[in-house]
Each structure stands twice: as C-alpha cells, then as structure tokens.
C-alpha cells in the first residue's frame, strides 16, 4: 500500500519559515519524481516545486523560485519542501505526490500518480 504522509504545516507570520516533509512508503522511491502542489481555498490545485528521483534535478514555480528549496533523502523516502520569506498568499494546503513519469519533472497535477493528504499553511500578515 503506498502511503504518503506530509508534516510540518501550520501558522507562520509574513516573512517567517516553514518545512514541510512528506515520508513516503509503498514504492520504489528513488524512480518516482516528487512534487509539491498546494491549493487555496477557491482555487485549482497548482503546483510549487518539483525534483527527479534519481539525479535530484529541481523545477520551481515562479511564485516559489527564490524562496523555496525542494530536496530528497532517498535513503529515508523523504521529500522537503522550505519555504522562507512566506507571504499570506502562500496560505493553501500543501501536497505532495508522485509521479513514475519517464518525462523529467511535470507539473499537471493529473500526472502524478499518488497523493498525501495534505498539510495547512496560514500565513498571517
């Protein structure tokens, strides 16, 4: 059964910081692309940041370049996502998932393949 467990969300001031953590179990991690996507309440899920399995590239959505890092244990079947210099419309669930695609990092999010549950950011102003 593939499992995916995100941590790490909660209430933040603007500016402030925040990693979240996503453990994953099920599968054969290191062939699996993760990825974060997060969604505002009325909004469509969009995605934020994503990495390979194997040679850890990155991809960054605008709004996250230059102020999200994503990276991976593949030794502990972790992905992270920190988010510094947070602003309130940063405030969303946050998922991750992931993606046995041959074709690099892709950011439609009908595209992965399995899902966490989510985790809560609020960023107050």
């Known amino acids: 059964q593939v499992q995916l467990v995100e941590s790490g969300g909660g209430r933040v001031q603007a500016g402030g910081s925040l990693e979240l953590s996503c453990v994953v179990s099920g599968l054969d991690f290191s062939r699996y692309a993760m990825g974060w996507f997060r969604q505002a309440q009325g909004k469509e899920r969009e995605f934020v940041a994503g990495?390979?399995?194997?040679?850890?590239?990155?991809t960054y959505a605008d709004s996250a370049q230059g102020r999200f890092i994503i990276s991976r244990d593949n030794s502990k079947n972790t992905v992270h996502l920190q988010m510094n210099s947070l602003k309130p419309e940063d405030t969303a669930f946050y998922y991750c998932a992931a993606d046995l695609g041959v074709m690099g990092i892709r950011t439609l999010s009908r595209m992965y393949d399995y899902w966490g549950h989510g985790t809560q950011v609020i960023v107050s102003s």
């Open positions: 990495i390979s399995g194997s040679d850890y590239r990155t």
